[in-house]
C-alpha cells in the first residue's frame, strides 16, 4: 500500500521569502504521479503543480517548484517570493499510474507573516 | 472558483435524520469522486463514479448511500450517521479518470456535523 506522509503540520515564511514544503512517500511502484494541492481557509482546493515520475526534470510553475528525489521517494514544493495570497493548507498526494485513487498526506498549513 | 458546486454548504443532523448532499459540476468531466475530510485525518476517497458507474468504493459504510444519475450529478445519501462522521465531504470532478496526467477539480465541500 502506498503512504504519503508530512511531516510539517505548520509553517511560517516571511511575505517575499522562500519556503519549502516537504513530503515524503512510500510505494513500490514503478509509474507514478505526484501532486500539491493547495486549500485556502474555506475555499476550494486546487491544483498547485504535478510530476511524473518518469520524468527527471523537477516540475514548476512560475513562483512554484519541486525537488523530486525518486530514489529518496522525496517530493518537497519550494515557494518562491511568497504573498499573503499563499497563505493555505498544501496537500501532497499519489496517484499510481491507471489508478482511480488519489492518496493524501496530512497536509502542512502555510502562514504568510506580512 | 472551480465549476464544482456542492449543496447544501453546511449540515447539522441527528443520528436518526436521513439527508444528500448533492454534487454539480459544469466541465463536461466523465468522472465524479466524494472525499471526506476530517480535522485530524489525511482527506480519504470513498466513492469514484466513471460514465455513471461506480468503479471504486473504498470500503465506506452502508450508512453513506452514492448515487450517480448522470454525469454531471453526484449525490451522497446519508442515514443512521454516527458522530464521527462529522466531516469536510469533498466532490471532485475529472476529465479521463485513471490517467496521471488528468487533473480533479474540488468543489467547496459540505461541513456535516452529526449530533
Known amino acids: 500500500a502506498q503512504t504519503v506522509t508530512q511531516s510539517q503540520p505548520e509553517m511560517s515564511v516571511q511575505e517575499a521569502e522562500t519556503v519549502t514544503l516537504s513530503c515524503t512517500y512510500d510505494?513500490?511502484?514503478?509509474?507514478?504521479?505526484l501532486f500539491w494541492y493547495k486549500q485556502p481557509p474555506s475555499r476550494q482546493m486546487i491544483l498547485v503543480i504535478r510530476q511524473e515520475a518518469y520524468k527527471q526534470q523537477n516540475a514548476t510553475e512560475n513562483r512554484f517548484s519541486v525537488n523530486f528525489q525518486k530514489a529518496a521517494k522525496s517530493f518537497s514544493l519550494k515557494i518562491s517570493d511568497s504573498q499573503l495570497g499563499d497563505a493555505a493548507m498544501y496537500f501532497c498526494?499519489?496517484?499510481?499510474?491507471?489508478?482511480?485513487?488519489?492518496?493524501f498526506g496530512s497536509g502542512t498549513r502555510l502562514l504568510v507573516r506580512p | 472558483e472551480t465549476g464544482v458546486t456542492q449543496t447544501p454548504r453546511h449540515l447539522v443532523m441527528g443520528m436518526t435524520n436521513k439527508k444528500s448532499l448533492k454534487c454539480e459540476q459544469h466541465l463536461g468531466h466523465n468522472a465524479m469522486y466524494w472525499y471526506k475530510q476530517s480535522a485530524k485525518k489525511p482527506l480519504e476517497l470513498m466513492f469514484v463514479?466513471?460514465?455513471?458507474?461506480?468503479?471504486e468504493n473504498n470500503s465506506v459504510p452502508s450508512r453513506f448511500s452514492p448515487e450517480c444519475p448522470n454525469s454531471s450529478h453526484l449525490f451522497l445519501h446519508l442515514h443512521t450517521l454516527q458522530p464521527e462522521d462529522s466531516a469536510l465531504y469533498l466532490c471532485a470532478s475529472s476529465l479521463v479518470p485513471g490517467q496521471g496526467t488528468d487533473t480533479q477539480y474540488f468543489g467547496p465541500g459540505t461541513r456535516l456535523t452529526v449530533l
Open positions: 498526494a499519489f496517484l499510481k499510474d491507471s489508478s482511480y485513487k488519489l492518496i
Open positions: 510505494t513500490s511502484e514503478s509509474d507514478y504521479y
Open positions: 463514479y466513471s460514465l455513471e458507474e461506480r468503479v
